[in-house]
């Protein structure tokens, strides 16, 4: 049966795991990484021809799933949410000098990127879909929406950092 490769792959990565080769730091359950990958391969498991092959891509899953949470984690700090109850005395930045960068980003996405590539970044950026559900959606691979998104912030950062070397360069 076709599952059956797929489960001992499971078996064995949760045991390589459990070894702790391959860990991630500060990761908190790299056993839900190693579930939702097999959940997301279990649906096209008549595509594995043997175990090494299931297992292969598995592995590939699980390290993907456990980079994107490390990232996540990275770029989102966590919030205390008896922290909201009290205020800040100052913000860091004036709320004004925020809305006014994120109304040029938006500005520059809008001008700069095609419909889909601003579709996509939206997705990810302001809707926080992953990249497989980006990926379905559009009828694209995982590893081309990734390419999408980095390439589509790429462009932003630069023609933003460019625009405002060209303003501080005027005002002096």
Not at 14 to 31: C, L, T, V
Not at 84 to 102: H, K, S
Not at 112 to 120: A, P, T, V, Y
Request: with cysteine; net charge negative; glycine share 6%.
């Amino acid at each position: 049966m076709k599952g059956d490769f797929l489960t001992s792959a499971f078996r064995h990565i949760r045991s390589r795991m459990a070894s702790g080769r391959g860990a991630i730091a500060d990761e908190e359950d790299p056993e839900d990484a190693l579930q939702e990958a097999f959940c997301r391969l279990w649906k096209n498991r008549d595509r594995y021809d043997g175990a090494a092959q299931a297992e292969g891509s598995l592995a590939t899953a699980v390290r993907n799933i456990r980079i994107d949470g490390y990232r996540r984690n990275q770029t989102h700090q966590k919030v205390n949410l008896s922290d909201l109850n009290d205020p800040p005395a100052e913000p860091a930045e004036p709320l004004d000098e925020v809305m006014d960068l994120y109304r040029e980003v938006d500005r520059l996405v809008r001008q700069h990127l095609s419909e889909r590539d601003r579709g996509i970044l939206y997705h990810r950026d302001k809707d926080g879909w992953e990249f497989d559900e980006i990926a379905e959606h559009y009828h694209l691979s995982e590893a081309n929406v990734r390419m999408i998104v980095s390439r589509g912030r790429r462009t932003i950062r630069e023609i933003y950092q460019k625009q405002k070397g060209n303003r501080d360069g005027r005002e002096r």
